[in-house]
């Protein structure tokens, strides 16, 4: 079980890895980090951007649940 959940844990990293970097930048710099660009929109435009946004939240809650389920089964 530990080496499935490995294996998974690397292949939803390496797929967050390039989903991330498929991203449009929105920003501007750390202005817009800190709170000084509110008024971009933080919806993606177009339905490929929409979709790119729901894989990527899938894969993270993959990883997520990798990462707690491997703390779990390593701590017991």
């Known amino acids: ?11 939803a990293s390496g797929l967050m890895i390039v989903l991330v970097l498929l991203h449009k930048g929105r920003g501007g710099g750390l202005s ?11 919806g ?3 339905v490929a951007e929409r979709n790119l946004d729901r894989l990527t939240i899938g894969i993270g809650i993959i990883w997520f649940a ?5 703390g779990l089964l390593l701590a017991y």
């Open 32 to 42: 817009d980090m800190f709170g000084g660009g509110v008024s971009s929109s933080l």
């Open 66 to 70: 990798c990462v707690i389920a491997l």
């Open 44 to 46: 993606g435009s177009s």
């Open 1 to 11: 079980m530990e080496l499935i959940l490995t294996i998974l844990l690397m292949i």
